[in-house]
């Protein structure tokens, strides 16, 4: 058996004891959010998909990011030697196809012990059935998930941010996660909202009974069935309620959090009206920059993704008799909403059909733990007081995996930590977990392997460049047109020329 509050628990212990301070938040002045995947094992005899089976089971951290930053498309390299996403989620993901990787090299060529054992066809694996990945995040993914209702007796979980950090871009093209989703509605200090959330941390959230419309607290929160129409990019957040402006219960909702994420080009966008109609929801949406657009989609929609293509991407599908799937999503304490949280990860794919075989639309849980992030925005505005100086984002993002060499990767605007002008471009300004360098471990796992013994996919005809190889992976290619055509057609896309590396 396991619960939201161990694997919550289990990823806090994690970071304070594997991972060194280079990269962490600076005390009293920075903040930052944690993501993991966290491997379950249970007897081989049972499952533990679901956390209610009381069955005996070993829970591992074997990926963990960190971050809160995504460059401008001013700043992305056609070389794949750059991050161009570092929120948390997507680092702890990327760290996460590492340690794939590296279990596919012990399976394949060492023939060691690994998560992975053989396939029904030639040169494909499968993950061992006795496994399972959950995946946590110490805060509401950005985009669609974080539009959350907010009510008028609701005690909110952090203090307005000032105008003068909402204004200041910190010298760098890309926006951060909590400030840019609340920074709107804190800017007047004398809105009735504003008001509401001058509240210290710590004051227990009320309980909200609530019709099939929503649920918003801070307790531990279960998935249920996914609502039908919640998909809709025509519905507003108000468009969610039974009445517009009245909860069930009574409770007024007086505005939402909101995202700093943007409307796709092509999708309906957002009214801008005040209060609770401010948001469409169910809308595909790019991280924010500051001044400098990026093509990072948001978490939330990255997340539904993987849940419909799995977390491996395209280059290991070639190696994969089927994807390599989440079971759960864990949410740390946060501002969070079960119904959002169903809505952006479940609701919007919930239709999508006729994939090839291997995939589909998994039924994911979704779950809150109590347990607060002590390096999150709020845990660390509540311990500052009166310090002087604003609170602010740390610069740096983590990734860290369970591989024997060098598990560890420090970086800065998607670099390695300390890069310079003159070192961008050489082989030590490239992080461990960018295109290129998963691209070249994938290679030399290739490389390693006889030709006779490689995937059908693989033997077809000679491929040279990032791009083929992620081409060649057929079904996958597949699946994600399939994706496209049925739920994300508006999904941005980066030409072609930023994969023709080698």
Not at 4 to 19: N, P, V
Not at 266 to 285: C, F
């Amino acid at each position: 058996m396991w619960t939201a509050e161990e694997i919550a628990q289990l990823c806090y212990e994690h970071y304070g004891t594997r991972l060194p301070k280079q990269g962490k938040p600076e005390p009293n002045r920075e903040w930052t959010l944690l993501a993991a995947v966290v491997k379950i094992k249970s007897p081989a005899d049972q499952t533990c998909d679901t956390p209610d089976k009381l069955v005996q089971v070993t829970k591992e951290v074997v990926s963990m990011g960190t971050g809160t930053k995504c460059i401008g498309q001013s700043k992305m390299r056609k070389s794949g030697d750059v991050l161009n996403d570092s929120h948390a989620e997507v680092i702890a993901r990327r760290s996460f196809q590492r340690y794939l990787l590296h279990q596919l090299q012990l399976a394949v060529v060492l023939k060691e012990d690994s998560i992975f054992v053989p396939g029904t066809q030639r040169g494909l694996w499968k993950l061992r059935p006795d496994l399972f990945f959950v995946f946590f995040s110490s805060h509401t993914p950005c985009g669609d998930a974080s539009i959350i209702p907010m009510l008028e007796f609701e005690d909110q979980p952090c203090s307005p941010v000032s105008r003068d950090w909402a204004n200041n871009p910190l010298g760098e093209p890309s926006g951060n996660l909590e400030t840019l989703e609340n920074e709107r509605k804190c800017e007047d200090f004398n809105s009735p909202v504003t008001k509401k959330m001058r509240l210290e941390l710590g004051t227990p959230a009320r309980e909200v009974t609530n019709s099939a419309a929503y649920h918003q607290g801070f307790g531990k929160q279960e998935s249920g069935p996914v609502l039908p129409g919640v998909s809709s990019s025509d519905l507003t957040v108000e468009g969610l309620f039974a009445d517009t402006r009245i909860a069930s219960g009574g409770a007024k909702v007086i505005d939402v959090h909101r995202t700093g994420a943007k409307c796709v080009p092509g999708e309906v966008g957002d009214s801008g009206k005040p209060g609770a109609a401010y948001h469409q929801v169910g809308l595909l949406r790019v991280k924010p920059g500051r001044g400098d657009r990026t093509h990072s989609m948001s978490c939330s929609d990255k997340i539904a993704r993987w849940n419909v293509l799995g977390c491996q991407g395209a280059l290991l599908m070639h190696f994969l008799e089927e994807p390599i799937y989440l079971s759960a999503v864990i949410i740390g304490k946060c501002p969070y909403s079960q119904q959002a949280m169903q809505r952006a990860l479940l609701g919007r794919c919930q239709n999508v059909s006729a994939l090839p075989k291997g995939f589909g639309v998994q039924e994911l849980k979704i779950q809150q733990s109590d347990l607060l992030f002590e390096q999150s925005r709020c845990a660390v505005q509540a311990k500052r007081a009166d310090s002087p100086g604003r609170l602010v984002p740390c610069g740096a993002a983590i990734s860290w995996c369970a591989v024997p060499e060098q598990p560890l990767d420090v970086t800065a605007n998607g670099f390695p930590q300390g890069t310079t002008k003159k070192t961008v471009g050489t082989l030590q300004a490239r992080s461990r977990i960018s295109k290129v360098e998963l691209f070249r471990s994938f290679q030399k796992l290739l490389s390693s392997i006889a030709e006779d013994k490689l995937p059908d996919s693989l033997r077809v005809r000679k491929l040279d460049t990032y791009q083929e190889y992620k081409e060649a992976a057929s079904a996958y290619q597949e699946a994600w047109s399939t994706l496209r055509k049925q739920a994300f057609g508006c999904w941005i896309r980066n030409p072609p020329d930023y994969h023709q590396f080698k």
